[in-house]
């Protein structure tokens, strides 16, 4: 069994920075693929970024060129860096081993106008 713990959420201005990390309790060297998602209020969850074992990434349009996922296999975590936040990138932020059942229990991150 797998756990994944997030932090690094918070409250920031517009136009801020943040970096959320995502440390999973086993190795994540063999995990083909781990992500970010983010559900808002009263909206469904969705896709943030996501990274291969081989390293490739994939981001949602919208924090293309704002946001970077890296991920550091000698100390099981997968990061996310957040620059030019916008207040519609409030939202509970999770991570998750793709096709698995495993998921974070989510960081809050807050934008303010």
């Known amino acids: 069994q797998v756990q994944l713990v997030e932090s690094g959420g918070g409250l920031v201005q517009a136009g801020g920075s943040l970096r959320l990390s995502c440390v999973a309790s086993?190795?994540?060297?063999?995990?083909?693929?781990i992500g970010w998602y983010r559900q808002a209020p009263g909206k469904q969850r969705e896709l943030v970024a996501t990274?291969?074992?081989?390293?490739?990434?994939n981001y949602h349009d919208s924090v293309k060129g704002r946001f970077t996922i890296s991920r550091d296999n000698a100390t099981n975590t997968v990061y996310l860096q957040m620059n030019s936040l916008k207040p519609e990138d409030t939202a509970v932020y999770s991570c998750?081993?793709?096709?698995?059942?495993?998921w974070g229990q989510g960081t809050q991150v807050t934008v303010s106008s």
């Open positions: 998750h081993i793709s096709w698995s059942i495993y």
């Open positions: 086993g190795s994540i060297f063999s995990i083909k693929r």
């Open positions: 990274i291969t074992s081989g390293g490739i990434t």
